[in-house]
């Protein structure tokens, strides 16, 4: 099963997490410190809420969640036959999860990933690499558009992907 992903940031989680579930009707398929995530069969969407105060109401990144890495590398061998750019993250850790990933950008900046979650992780994640070698993110440490502390712990300010 695919489904979009929609990564949106919000100024206050919790008020985010109270409007989303009456919304979907639907409490979150996970929750940690300034992150959640609700994961919707019908129609098949990955909502992802980051804690992002001064960002709230605006696309963090777009996402589309496969089933397996090999369909992953199916869509990296699709995407540069089509001849984007594809920057490929294997065994990252992101959002609290390890991942088999490839990202895209659109013509507005937008960032796209195709991703299959491998298993859970405690903590949100590491830099991607690519974004911090194109200064679109702190050496401190990004994952899907959102700084992280020291603790691996979303942070206030960040950039989007």
């Known amino acids: 099963m695919s489904r979009i992903q929609l990564a949106l940031n919000v100024d206050h989680l919790e008020s985010a997490v109270t409007f989303y579930s009456k919304l979907l009707g639907a409490e979150p398929a996970k ?12 129609p098949p969407l990955k909502l ?5 105060p001064g960002k709230g109401g605006s696309l963090n990144h777009l996402g589309v969640e496969v089933d397996s890495t090999d369909e992953v590398h199916a869509e990296i061998a699709r995407l540069s036959g089509e001849g984007l750019f594809t920057d490929e993250e294997m065994g990252t850790t992101c959002c609290f999860a390890t991942q088999d990933k490839v990202w895209v950008t659109g013509p507005g900046g937008e960032r796209w990933e195709v991703y299959t979650v491998l298993a859970d992780s405690e903590t949100f994640g590491i830099s991607p690499k690519a974004l911090v070698d194109a200064g679109q993110a702190p050496a401190g440490g990004v994952c899907c558009g959102t700084a992280s502390t020291g603790a691996d712990q979303p942070a206030t300010a960040a950039a989007c992907c």
């Not at 929750?31 to 019908?42: D, L, T």
């Not at 992802?48 to 992002?52: A, G, I, K």
Request: net charge neutral; no cysteine; charged share 25%.
């Open 31 to 42: 929750r940690k410190p300034g992150y959640a995530n609700f994961a919707i069969a019908e």
């Open 48 to 52: 992802v809420l980051l804690e992002n």
